[in-house]
């Protein structure tokens, strides 16, 4: 069963600076690795896919890379706006199910 | 153009009892996930519907069922009601293979 994990689970940076949170995975097959954001009491946003090992991706302060079996994410100067859950997902076959993480909680210290 | 839309927002059951959850997927996608979310967890796959069919599943028993609609709406079914089915529902929508949108979810309590 596929299965990811978030490091760390808890993240307090000050304001302005670098937020970093990383994901693993193991899965059978891979098609590619998505990243969403969830703030309390709403549902999960997308924020960026990716779908080889090598693959980085800019969007905006976020910045994120695809390893051979993870995934990094930064986002630089975080404001307290930032602050919410990050998932990374993992989708095994294309058009196939999506798998979640248990995140990372990014709260943004002002 | 509206979003995912899902309803009720909050519902409150008793063990042993039934409940239904509805989508409305976002406008031009065909193909709509069910999630649960407890607290504190990323959310975990229930299953899939396209074109009418449940295509996938994740490790749910049988009384979670679903239908997805001609219009592409959905729902969702749990029977025989638990005091660990208490979580967020989410519902998301998607083109095939590409990017879930979600609803803001279904919280459900169960007494």
């Known amino acids: 069963e596929n299965q990811v994990e978030h490091s760390p689970h808890f993240l307090g940076p000050q304001q302005g600076d670098v937020a970093s949170m990383s994901c693993t995975y193991s899965?059978?097959?891979?098609?590619?690795l998505q990243w969403y954001r969830q703030n309390t009491g709403m549902g999960p946003k997308h924020l960026l896919s990716m779908y080889s090992a090598g693959y980085e991706k800019q969007k905006g302060r976020l910045n994120a890379t695809l390893l051979k079996n993870g995934s990094s994410l930064y986002i630089t100067a975080v404001q307290p706006e930032d602050s919410a859950t990050y998932f990374c997902a993992v989708v095994g076959t294309m058009g196939g199910d999506m798998r979640f993480g248990a995140g990372t909680r990014l709260t943004v210290k002002p | 153009d509206a979003g995912v839309t899902q309803s009720p927002t909050h519902l409150i059951k008793t063990r042993g009892q039934q409940v239904t959850l509805r989508c409305s997927p976002k406008s031009g996608h065909d193909t709509v996930s069910w999630y649960q979310q407890a607290l504190g967890q990323g959310p975990q796959f229930i299953f899939q519907y396209y074109e009418e069919e449940e295509r996938q599943r994740g490790n749910f028993p049988d009384r979670f069922s679903g239908h997805q609609f001609p219009n592409y709406s959905s729902e969702l079914n749990v029977n025989a009601l638990l005091l660990g089915d208490s979580a967020l529902y989410l519902c998301?929508?998607?083109?095939?293979?590409?990017?879930?949108?979600f609803g803001e979810g279904s919280r459900l309590t169960v007494l």
């Open positions: 899965v059978s097959r891979f098609n590619n």
């Open positions: 998301a929508s998607s083109p095939v293979g590409g990017e879930l949108f």
